[in-house]
């Protein structure tokens, strides 16, 4: 099982750059990372899936070092409606069910 | 991405009644869809793995006689939550898989149940 440790929430400002770190030290080597956001009574929104490197869309960019134990999902000028939750994601291989773990908090202000 | 949908968007139901959520992928097929179950304030629970044309797979503490699964077809899978109780109110959301071009789960818009 894939466990993912991320900060429970995370504060910024709107225009600012946020950066959320998450940790999965036992993620399986096929596996993707995958980003989603959640905004109240909504289901979760697909943002990014990376493997390796570097992958940049039109919403956000995740980096991932190469001993893929972590990865960083990067938010360029944040805006109020930025506010959610973001969960970093595992694939269980077993089930290849998404495992979600607590998610971040992020509160963006005027 | 692609899409799911999800019927009803929210439900109100008596105790002791049965309430049926359909979750749909719009624009691929699924051959595993999954349901969630998330609480105010707590992450998504998952529930059970739903296979077409096959059981479904219920996580450890979900009753399958409880909450029926139904996965007919690659677009369409069916959660029945029978003899509702208040503790069932929850929101449901359901995933599907999309295999191609990567392997990634998109989800609906969730089914808020409330059973009073």
């Known amino acids: 099982l894939a466990k993912t440790t991320q900060p429970i929430s995370m504060d910024s400002y709107e225009g600012q750059e946020v950066n959320i770190t998450c940790s999965h030290n036992n993620i399986a080597t096929n596996d993707y990372i995958t980003w989603y956001q959640q905004f109240p009574s909504q289901g979760p929104r697909f943002i990014i899936q990376g493997y390796k490197t570097k992958v940049t869309n039109e919403v956000a960019s995740l980096f991932i070092p190469a001993d893929r134990k972590s990865s960083t999902l990067s938010l360029p000028r944040v805006s109020l409606s930025d506010t959610a939750v973001y969960y970093c994601l595992g694939m269980d291989t077993g089930r290849r069910a998404l495992t979600f773990g607590s998610g971040t908090r992020l509160q963006v202000q005027p | 991405g692609a899409v799911v949908s999800q019927h009803p968007s929210w439900v109100i139901c008596k105790s002791g009644t049965s309430v049926k959520i359909e979750c749909r992928s719009l624009?691929?097929?699924?051959?595993?869809m999954f349901w969630y179950r998330q609480f105010p304030k707590q992450s998504l629970m998952l529930m059970a793995t739903?296979?077409?044309?096959?059981?479904?797979?219920?996580e450890q503490g979900v009753e399958k006689d409880k909450f029926l699964i139904n996965h007919a077809s690659l677009t369409l899978s069916t959660l029945t939550v029978t003899s509702a109780h208040p503790e069932d109110s929850s929101f449901y959301i359901c995933?599907?898989?999309?295999?191609?071009?990567?392997?990634?789960?998109?989800f609906g818009p969730g089914t808020r149940l409330t059973v009073l």
């Open positions: 624009d691929f097929q699924a051959t595993t």
């Open positions: 739903s296979n077409e044309g096959s059981k479904a797979t219920y």
């Open positions: 995933s599907a898989r999309d295999r191609r071009p990567t392997d990634t789960q998109y």
